[in-house]
């Protein structure tokens, strides 16, 4: 028997990153669903293997030039809808809303089948290494706002 192999880091459809997750017994609390801070984890897992989708390498980004370039979480709105469980296997999906200037907007969600679990909208900030904001750069907020699949294992 043959398993498919599923890209490691997700993949881009039409623009939207999708990172297939499992749940396990150390992301849920005493009742067994998925611990609310947990989905931050998730999140940020989709949110890095977007930007590998795009071809987009952050450690390289920080030492391209004297000044750098990085991205925080600035600010992020969460509806918490249904929980996961143990075992579930989630989709944690990722699309740029908007990408110019000193910011990023990004819209995520986490669902399993067919039902939403989770929404968020995550406003990036893009900084030097030294934490001041900084221009992300016009081609790289193009790669972002287009969603340009580029093949990643």
């Given at each position: 028997?043959?398993?498919?192999?599923?890209?490691?880091?997700?993949?881009?459809?039409?623009?939207?990153?999708?990172?297939?997750?499992?749940?396990?017994y150390e992301d849920t609390d005493f009742s067994?669903?998925?611990?609310?801070?947990?989905?931050?984890?998730?999140?940020?897992?989709?949110?890095?293997?977007?930007?590998?989708?795009?071809?987009?390498?952050?450690?390289?980004?920080?030492?391209?030039?004297?000044?750098?370039?990085?991205?925080?979480?600035?600010r992020m709105e969460i509806d918490f809808k249904?929980?996961?469980?143990?075992?579930?296997?989630i989709t944690v999906t990722t699309r740029t809303?908007?990408?110019?200037?000193?910011?990023?907007?990004?819209?995520?969600?986490?669902?399993?089948?067919?039902?939403?679990?989770?929404?968020?909208?995550?406003?990036?900030?893009?900084?030097?290494?030294?934490?001041?904001?900084?221009?992300?750069?016009?081609?790289?907020?193009?790669?972002?706002?287009?969603?340009?699949?580029?093949?990643?294992?």
């Open positions: 028997m043959t398993i498919p192999r599923l890209p490691l880091s997700g993949e881009i459809i039409n623009g939207v990153h999708h990172l297939v997750q499992r749940v396990y067994g669903a998925v611990y609310h801070a947990r989905y931050l984890h998730f999140m940020e897992r989709a949110r890095t293997d977007y930007l590998r989708c795009l071809g987009v390498e952050q450690s390289a980004l920080y030492e391209t030039s004297d000044e750098g370039l990085a991205f925080m979480v600035h249904a929980p996961a469980r143990m075992d579930d296997l809303e908007r990408a110019g200037g000193a910011k990023m907007i990004l819209a995520q969600q986490i669902g399993r089948d067919d039902r939403l679990l989770i929404a968020a909208k995550v406003v990036i900030a893009v900084v030097n290494r030294h934490g001041k904001p900084r221009r992300l750069p016009e081609g790289l907020a193009e790669q972002f706002r287009t969603g340009i699949e580029t093949p990643v294992s």
